[in-house]
C-alpha cells in the first residue's frame, strides 16, 4: 500500500514538472523564441526594424525580444498571450509610436511595468501628415530622422544597463557613419534621375519621409495605415495623378494586405506604367534576402526605385 501510494505520488510530481517546463517553454524558453535570463535584462522592440538597430547596439549584452516577424505588418498585428507575457515582463520596451503599433500600443500602456520609450517623440522629428490630420509614423525613412531612432534607443539602453554605456556610445556611432554613406550615395543617385521622373507609386502610404530625404515626389493607393481596404475612388485618384504626372513605375509591398498590392498591379495595367519591383516598408525582409537588416532593406528600397525610374 505504502509503495502504491508512494509510486502515485511520483508520477504526480513528474507531470507537474513536465507541464511546468511546457508552460516554460511557451513563455519564451526555446532557442526560437530566445532564452530570458536572470543574467541579461530584457529588451522588447515592437517592430522587426527596431529590433535589428537593438541588435547592431546590444545583442551581445542584453536579451533582445522582437515581438513581429519578417514581413508582419505593425498596423494590423494581433497580440498572441506569450506576447503580453513578454511585454508585461520586459525591462524595456522600444516602440515607434505615432500609432503605428495600434492594438500592440493600447496593450503595452496597459501592461508594460518597465521603461517604455516612443522612438518618434522628439521635437527633432517633424511628422508629416495625413488628409485626416494623422500623423504618419513612417518617420524611420528619413535618415536623419532615424538617426533621432538610434540616439534615442541608445540612450534608453544606456539607463537600464550604464556599466556598458561606452560600447552603446561606440557602436551608435560606427553605425551613423553607415547610415550616412548609405544616405550620400542614395541622394548622388537619384539626383542623376530627371526631376519629372522622381515619381514613387506605391501600395501604402509609408514612404513621404523617404520623398522628403531624397527629393522624390510620392503617392499611393492606400493611406498611413493597412487597416483598411483601397476603394474604388482611391483607384481614380491614383490613375488621375499617375496619368497627369506622367509616372512610368508603381510598386508592390511586402507587408501589406494583397488587395493594396492588387490593386497597384491593376492600376500598372490600366494606365501603361509598369511594376518596378518590391519594396519593404513596416518590415524588414526575411534572413539572408538582401533586405534583413535597416541598412540593407533602405539599400534594397533605393536601388530598386532607382533602377525603375532611370
Same mark, same amino acid.
Given at each position: 500500500m505504502f509503495r502504491e501510494a508512494h509510486n502515485y505520488f511520483l508520477k504526480l510530481n513528474l507531470t507537474v514538472l513536465a507541464t511546468m517546463g511546457i508552460l516554460l517553454a511557451g513563455c519564451g524558453g526555446s532557442p526560437e523564441a530566445?532564452?530570458?535570463?536572470? *543574467? @541579461?535584462?530584457?529588451?522588447?522592440?515592437?517592430?522587426?526594424?527596431?529590433?535589428?538597430?537593438?541588435?547592431?547596439?546590444?545583442?551581445?549584452?542584453?536579451?533582445? #525580444?522582437?515581438?513581429? =516577424?519578417?514581413?508582419?505588418?505593425?498596423?494590423?498585428?494581433?497580440?498572441?498571450?506569450?506576447?503580453?507575457?513578454?511585454?508585461?515582463?520586459?525591462?524595456?520596451?522600444?516602440?515607434?509610436?505615432?500609432?503605428?503599433?495600434?492594438?500592440?500600443?493600447?496593450?503595452?500602456? =496597459?501592461?508594460? =511595468?518597465?521603461?517604455?520609450? %516612443?522612438?518618434?517623440? $522628439?521635437?527633432?522629428?517633424?511628422?508629416?501628415?495625413? !488628409?485626416?490630420?494623422?500623423?504618419?509614423?513612417?518617420? /524611420?525613412?528619413?535618415?536623419?530622422?532615424?538617426?533621432?531612432?538610434?540616439? =534615442?534607443?541608445?540612450?534608453?539602453?544606456? !539607463?537600464? $544597463?550604464?556599466?556598458?554605456?561606452? #560600447?552603446?556610445?561606440? #557602436?551608435?556611432?560606427?553605425?551613423? %557613419?553607415?547610415?550616412?554613406?548609405?544616405?550620400? /550615395?542614395? %541622394? *548622388?543617385?537619384?539626383?542623376?534621375?530627371?526631376?519629372?521622373?522622381?515619381?514613387? &507609386?506605391?501600395?501604402?502610404?509609408?514612404?513621404?519621409?523617404?520623398?522628403?530625404?531624397? $527629393?522624390? @515626389? &510620392?503617392a499611393a493607393v492606400g493611406g498611413i495605415s493597412t487597416e483598411t481596404d483601397p476603394t474604388p475612388q482611391d483607384r481614380i485618384k491614383l490613375e488621375t495623378i499617375i496619368n497627369e504626372t506622367g509616372a512610368k513605375a508603381l510598386f508592390v509591398e511586402s507587408s501589406v494586405r494583397d488587395s493594396l498590392n492588387t490593386m497597384i498591379k491593376q492600376i500598372a495595367e490600366s494606365t501603361g506604367a509598369k511594376v518596378g519591383g518590391e519594396l519593404h516598408s513596416d518590415s524588414l525582409g526575411p534572413k539572408g534576402q538582401g533586405a534583413d537588416t535597416y541598412l540593407t532593406m533602405l539599400k534594397h528600397n533605393l536601388s530598386t526605385i532607382i533602377g525603375a525610374l532611370k
Open positions: 530566445g532564452t530570458q535570463t536572470s *543574467e @541579461k535584462k530584457v529588451v522588447v522592440c515592437t517592430t522587426t526594424i527596431i529590433e535589428d538597430l537593438c541588435q547592431v547596439l546590444a545583442s551581445d549584452t542584453l536579451n533582445i #525580444r522582437g515581438i513581429m =516577424k519578417a514581413g508582419e505588418d505593425p498596423h494590423i498585428y494581433e497580440l498572441t498571450p506569450q506576447d503580453t507575457i513578454l511585454i508585461s515582463s520586459a525591462d524595456l520596451i522600444l516602440m515607434n509610436g505615432l500609432n503605428l503599433e495600434a492594438q500592440m500600443g493600447n496593450v503595452i500602456n =496597459k501592461q508594460a =511595468k518597465g521603461k517604455v520609450t %516612443k522612438l518618434t517623440n $522628439d521635437k527633432r522629428i517633424i511628422t508629416a501628415e495625413e !488628409e485626416d490630420g494623422a500623423p504618419d509614423p513612417h518617420c /524611420w525613412f528619413h535618415p536623419e530622422f532615424y538617426k533621432i531612432y538610434l540616439e =534615442k534607443a541608445r540612450t534608453a539602453l544606456i !539607463e537600464i $544597463d550604464p556599466d556598458n554605456s561606452e #560600447r552603446y556610445n561606440n #557602436r551608435s556611432i560606427a553605425y551613423a %557613419k553607415e547610415l550616412d554613406d548609405i544616405y550620400a /550615395w542614395g %541622394k *548622388e543617385a537619384i539626383a542623376e534621375i530627371p526631376q519629372e521622373r522622381r515619381i514613387l &507609386v506605391t501600395s501604402h502610404d509609408a514612404f513621404q519621409y523617404l520623398g522628403q530625404a531624397f $527629393d522624390i @515626389k &510620392v
